[in-house]
């Protein structure tokens, strides 16, 4: 059984990324987690991806570390740690770095390293039975695979404390309300309401999005007047790609922009 899978849809140009250990819940062991590299290195190597989803089999979308390798030898623990995360920072950088949209689509349990991974995505859609947990509070550990850094971005500093400090766990309701997800479905309903929102994106003017994606991780840094020259510039470059004539031109007439990524 492969670990994580990549399916891409040459059509729409639309990737998916599956972790794939259902038994225990995806959650992720040295393997899996370079599994997930490998993939990543792939999703890298396609610029013209339209979009991105990511996901899990089975019961649940990725219940944090498998903590059965700790367990097993602490006296090692910290070089499994280096080991797991020198597999999977990759992965969360592809997500922030890679110019389509990535979206998240999650069920059942997104705890630990799960909720940092979909938080690194830019769009996420839960099931409505989803529920959502920090979990480092129960393990002694702080947050990694960005957690420390998205969540309070997404949610404020107040409630992403409240993930670590209280424990809560949240519902799927509570992560939609808190904004951490940004539309719920029917379990039923998750894979071909995930499939619609990944052909819209990728249906839409993609270099314009990609240039959004690198607005705001670069605003994240910049000064308020780097950041108006970095929009001119990414404005001014998107008057000269053919999204923008086609997108122009079908606004004024009224019609539905057919954009193609040029």
Known sequence: MELATLEIDETRLIATMTVNRPAVLNALDVATAEAMQSVAAK????????????????????????????????DT?????????????PVVMTFQHHPAPVLASVHGAVAGAGISLMAAADLSIAATETRFMLAYDKIGAPPD???????????????????????ETWSAEEALQYGLVNKLVSANDLQIETDKLAA???????????QYKKLVREGRTNSLQEQLH?????????????????????????????????
């Open 77 to 89: 623990a910290d070089s499994t740690v280096k080991q797991l995360l020198d597999a999977l920072e």
């Open 43 to 74: 999703l890298a190597a396609r610029p013209d991806l339209r979009c991105i989803i990511v996901r899990g089999a089975g019961r649940a979308f990725m219940a944090g570390g498998d903590l059965a390798g700790f367990a097993s030898d602490f």
């Open 200 to 210: 819209k994106i990728a249906a839409g003017p993609t270099l314009a999005y990609s």
């Open 230 to 262: 970095a929009e001119r510039a990414a404005f001014c470059a998107a008057t000269k790609t053919a999204d923008f004539k086609i997108g122009v031109s079908a606004f004024i007439k009224r019609e539905m922009a057919k954009f193609t990524g040029r």
């Open 145 to 167: 695979c960005g957690g420390s850094y998205f969540l309070p971005r997404l949610l404020g500093e107040r409630r992403a404390a409240a993930l670590m400090y209280l424990g």
